[in-house]
């Protein structure tokens, strides 16, 4: 037998037991009279004893026994003389009566603790090393619970999981598509799902009525933190439903993984349209954990003589509040910051409300006491507030103080991990002009609802057409989106077009589509969640890739396997791709 107990079970109320226990040896202490070596598995740790009592053979085995090697032990349980009141076990040990080396282990290139010295790289290479560290191993924890939470709460909604398959052809999702040549059909390819889409509508079609599916989706795009080439999504679909459906049942998802994995009653989760996040935030998903709304300033700013914001379109701001004290140099830190070429701003216009009651603005000479307690009333503003202020051309400004607005905000601590501010982001353009191919594009995808008394529209204004589309926004990240779809073969036909296909190219690459909707299809709409990101979200971090067993780099590699990795010519060959 292996063991009789995990390594994290034992207490005092174990006390006299013989038990067996295998695991990994965390680390020894060599005291002269006694060896301690601390014993690991998945479940804890627990602290084993050898003293002189022992047999002299049993002690130097137990003190030959390196960092990770693997043990059985069997000994019984005794009363600790120093208890270690933050591990479970902490209060016993085991007295060792046999001890057997199940295997040994080469010294591991990074120490296996909660702070590890290894580097990224390393870390990625040995992964599974990695693996055996309690903040990664929680991760997956975390990650396997929310799984099936969610599988919990769907089935108790009637939906049924259905796998949709992966060698597909492309979905749209605006990404780039991974391919897969096929050998049976030389010069043809599959393409990897961006996402489940059109399967899950023809589910609709089908009758299904209420689909889900944890499901990896692919997309190549250039990676950054909470991006991945290969991740997953909770993918859903509804049959006979409106968006306030969706919007609530999905609402009542994010409830329930809040309160069972987290214990957090969440709340009623506010709801903003698209137009006036970008408004007030400058951004299509605020985060909502504090307020620092932007207040636009043209009526008061504009016209007073001051080139920069009278050339401007938009004047804007966000009140710093009890920033008034910030130094010159810390002024000068955020203006460098917006200046850096991934924001791109020209400058930054504080208006400081000093404790004393007075006024002082960098654009003092252009504007006299009255105009600034105007300045100073928009906002709000009380003495020990900051107002800081940015103009240009509307959608770039907006973007920019955007930025601004949360680095403040970290800047002041009110981004703070355990406090979770979700929030719905509704009525989305249909369309987004694009200025690389010079037309509009699909904001969500090609298969998304115009809103009814919107379609007049696509004609005249296309760019103001909004679409039943929502998205699910928690503390600034963006966990989840869908929409309303089209179920009309007639309007999805003018969708194709509006988006620049001729008949013939929308009928090769969506005929399967356009005709399913020919035989029945009813009403239906959908959403997806980032599983990934809804992970790191509740694990408290940055980064999706602590949150993926075997994750890929920011090169999109495998640096464990070696992968991508060329293949052979006869591979090659056999797939008919011209060997170079
Ligand atoms: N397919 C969409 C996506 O992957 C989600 C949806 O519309 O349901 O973002």
């Known amino acids: 037998m292996h063991r009789t107990h995990t390594c994290g079970e034992l207490t005092l109320a174990d006390l006299g037991k013989t038990v067996v226990l295998s695991g990994w040896v965390q680390k020894s202490r060599d005291l002269g009279g006694m060896t301690f070596i601390d014993v690991r598995d998945r479940y804890g740790v627990t602290q084993l004893v050898f003293d002189t009592a022992d ?3 049993l002690r130097s085995k137990a003190r030959e026994l390196g960092r990770e090697y693997v043990i059985k032990v069997t000994g019984r349980v005794i009363e ?12 016993i040990e085991i007295k060792v009566s046999s001890l057997d080396v199940l295997n040994a282990a080469k010294l591991p290139p990074f120490t296996i603790e909660d702070d590890t010295d290894g580097g990224d790289d390393l870390r990625m290479k040995y992964r599974y090393l990695d693996l055996r560290r309690n903040p990664v191993r929680n991760n997956l924890v975390l990650r396997h619970r929310l799984a099936q939470e969610t599988r919990k709460y769907l089935d108790l909604q009637h939906f049924l999981e259905v796998e949709t398959p992966v060698l597909i052809k492309s979905t749209p999702e605006g990404a780039r598509d991974f391919v897969v040549p096929s050998r049976m059909n030389p010069g043809e390819f599959y393409a990897l799902p961006q996402s489940p889409q059109t399967f899950k509508q023809l589910l609709m079609v089908s009758g299904f009525d209420r689909y889900f599916q944890l499901v990896k989706c692919f997309r190549d795009e250039d990676l950054r933190a909470d991006r991945q080439p290969e991740f997953t999504q909770i993918d859903c679909e509804m049959a006979f439903v409106e968006q306030e459906d969706i919007l609530n049942l999905f609402e009542g998802l994010v409830k329930h993984l809040f309160k069972t994995v987290k214990g957090i009653d969440l709340g009623e989760v506010p709801r903003m349209t698209y137009d006036q996040a970008m408004r007030l935030y400058g951004s299509d998903k605020p985060d909502l954990r504090f307020g620092m709304p932007f207040v636009e300033l043209n ?104 930025e601004l607005r949360l680095e403040v905000a970290a800047q002041l601590g009110l981004r703070d991990k355990n406090n979770y501010a979700p929030l719905w982001v509704v009525d989305f353009p249909l369309l987004e002009w694009d200025e690389a191919s010079g037309r509009y594009h699909a904001m969500h995808h090609p298969f998304t609802s115009p809103k009814p008394e919107d379609i007049p529209l696509l004609d005249s204004r296309p760019g103001d057409v909004r679409a039943n589309a929502y998205d699910l926004v928690i503390n600034g990240t963006e966990i989840g989106g869908g929409s309303i779809r089209i179920h009309d073969r007639e309007l999805q036909s003018l969708m194709f077009k509006h988006l620049g296909f001729t008949p013939e190219e929308a009928q090769k690459q969506f005929g399967f589509l356009l005709d399913a909707f020919t035989y029945g299809a009813p009403p239906h709409g959908g959403i997806a969640f980032g599983f990934d990101r809804l992970v790191a979200i509740f694990a408290g971090i940055d980064s999706i890739r602590d949150v993926i067993a075997f994750p890929k780099n920011n090169s999109g590699k495998d640096v464990m396997i070696d992968s991508p990795a060329p293949i052979s010519d006869e591979q090659l060959a056999e797939l008919s791709i011209a060997v170079k």
């Open 80 to 91: 600790r003389e120093s208890k270690n009141p933050k591990l479970a076990t902490g209060e």
């Open 55 to 57: 047999d002299e053979t």
């Open 299 to 402: 009526d008061i700013l504009k016209g007073a003589g001051f080139p920069v914001f009278d050339n401007a379109e938009l004047v804007v701001g966000i009140n710093a509040v009890g920033c008034a004290s910030y130094t010159r140099k810390q002024l000068d830190a955020l203006t460098d910051f917006i200046k850096r070429p991934q924001i791109g701003a020209t400058g930054l216009i504080y208006l400081r409300y000093n404790e004393n009651g007075s006024l002082k603005s960098s654009a003092d000479k252009f504007y006299g006491s009255e105009q600034l307690q105007q300045w100073a009333q928009a906002f709000g503003a009380k003495p020990g507030d900051l107002l800081l202020v940015m103009a240009g051309q509307t959608d770039k400004v907006r973007k920019q103080l955007n």
